[in-house]
């Protein structure tokens, strides 16, 4: 059984409890994190929890620990669930007052709740879908307009996976005007030529750490990278696809709408990318 975190105490998953009345149950007012683990350290921590900052700031809600208070509790998490290689779990929602109101709660009385939990992946970054590369489908992007913010209201990212599974693909590239957005946990790419194309950042996208990291890596490695928005069109007409997310690292993309990229296999950048990435993370990790 696990041991998880909530609000000060590390308990075991079963008895860990937050109120009915929190409004990240009712009204999916909660940011959160995902990081991941790769032998038994932290990657990208700090860009993890950079964005939880924005995030919350964003909402006008409360900080529920300073960086080292969080670092410390995930380090504490990584010991006492012995994970190697997996993920961790942040959530922080603006709390419960004991009532359920659309009017956000006094910070000054209520209190943000602060729930952390592990995801063992042993092997996490051998992932063998990494070398057939995956399958996706476009679908609308029907999201609210404020995507840089990582809320937990993702009931159409999972719809959005959902309709992935039933047409026989791995995941789905939202568009927005004809163009992508990203994908329903991911940032996505295209290669045409000798360049590296992802949408800019704006409010249409989250913002991703491994995005940021991954740009940094491709422009020190000399690559050419163009941030702008790309239509679906154009993206199953490229060289190469590909993904990044704290989770998936760097995963190269070989279909889009049953159409083949380029060769219908993982090509070599993301596979450079991905190699690059995970190399310079590890040596990286906290
Ligand atoms: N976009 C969306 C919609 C996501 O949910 C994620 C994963 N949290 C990403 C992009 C990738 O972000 P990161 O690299 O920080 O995991």
Same mark, same amino acid.
């Given at each position: 059984?696990?041991?998880?975190?909530?609000?000060?105490?590390?308990?075991?998953?079963?008895?860990?409890? &937050?109120?009915?009345?929190?409004?990240?149950?009712?009204?999916?007012?909660?940011?959160?994190?995902?990081?991941?683990?790769?032998?038994?350290?932290?990657?990208?921590?700090?860009?993890?929890?950079?964005?939880?900052?924005?995030?919350? !700031?964003?909402?006008?809600?409360?900080?529920?620990? &300073?960086?080292?208070?969080?670092?410390?509790?995930?380090?504490?998490?990584? !010991?006492?669930?012995?994970?190697?290689?997996?993920?961790?779990?942040?959530?922080?929602?603006?709390?419960?007052?004991?009532?359920?109101?659309? %009017?956000?709660?006094?910070?000054?009385?209520?209190?943000?709740?602060? &729930?952390?939990?592990?995801?063992?992946?042993?092997?996490?970054?051998?992932?063998?879908?990494?070398?057939?590369?995956?399958?996706?489908?476009?679908?609308?992007?029907? !999201?609210?307009?404020? !995507?840089?913010?990582?809320?937990?209201?993702?009931?159409?990212?999972?719809?959005?996976? @959902?309709?992935?599974?039933?047409?026989?693909?791995?995941?789905?590239? @939202?568009?927005?005007?004809?163009?992508?957005?990203? *994908?329903?946990?991911?940032?996505?790419?295209?290669?045409?030529?000798?360049?590296?194309?992802?949408?800019?950042?704006?409010?249409?996208?989250?913002?991703?750490?491994?995005?940021?990291?991954?740009?940094?890596?491709?422009?020190?490695?000399? @690559?050419?990278? #163009?941030?702008?928005?790309?239509?679906?069109?154009?993206?199953?007409?490229?060289?190469?696809?590909?993904?990044?997310?704290?989770?998936?690292?760097?995963?190269?993309?070989?279909?889009?709408?049953? %159409?083949?990229?380029?060769? *219908?296999?993982? *090509?070599? &950048?993301?596979?450079?990318?991905? #190699?690059?990435?995970?190399? #310079?993370?590890?040596?990286?990790?906290?």
């Amino acid at each position: 059984m696990r041991t998880v975190y909530v609000n000060g105490d590390y308990l075991p998953e079963t008895e860990a409890r &937050v109120s009915i009345f929190d409004r990240g149950f009712l009204m999916a007012d909660g940011v959160y994190e995902v990081t991941s683990v790769l032998g038994g350290k932290l990657i990208d921590f700090a860009g993890h929890i950079a964005r939880l900052e924005r995030s919350l !700031r964003e909402l006008d809600m409360k900080k529920p620990a &300073v960086f080292d208070d969080l670092l410390e509790i995930h380090r504490e998490l990584v !010991r006492l669930n012995g994970i190697g290689d997996g993920l961790i779990y942040l959530q922080v929602t603006r709390g419960s007052d004991g009532d359920r109101d659309f %009017v956000f709660p006094d910070p000054e009385t209520t209190e943000p709740t602060l &729930v952390l939990f592990t995801q063992s992946k042993p092997g996490l970054a051998d992932n063998p879908a990494a070398r057939r590369g995956i399958k996706v489908i476009g679908i609308e992007d029907i !999201r609210w307009g404020r !995507r840089d913010i990582k809320t937990v209201q993702l009931l159409y990212p999972s719809m959005g996976k @959902m309709m992935a599974q039933k047409a026989g693909a791995d995941d789905a590239w @939202m568009i927005e005007d004809g163009h992508v957005t990203e *994908g329903t946990s991911n940032n996505a790419y295209i290669v045409k030529g000798n360049r590296i194309v992802t949408r800019q950042l704006s409010h249409d996208i989250l913002h991703g750490i491994t995005r940021a990291a991954v740009l940094r890596m491709a422009r020190e490695a000399q @690559m050419q990278v #163009e941030e702008r928005a790309f239509s679906i069109d154009e993206a199953k007409a490229a060289d190469e696809a590909f993904v990044t997310s704290a989770s998936a690292f760097v995963m190269p993309v070989v279909e889009i709408d049953g %159409v083949a990229i380029g060769e *219908g296999r993982p *090509g070599p &950048v993301a596979t450079r990318l991905r #190699e690059i990435y995970l190399e #310079e993370s590890r040596k990286a990790a906290i």
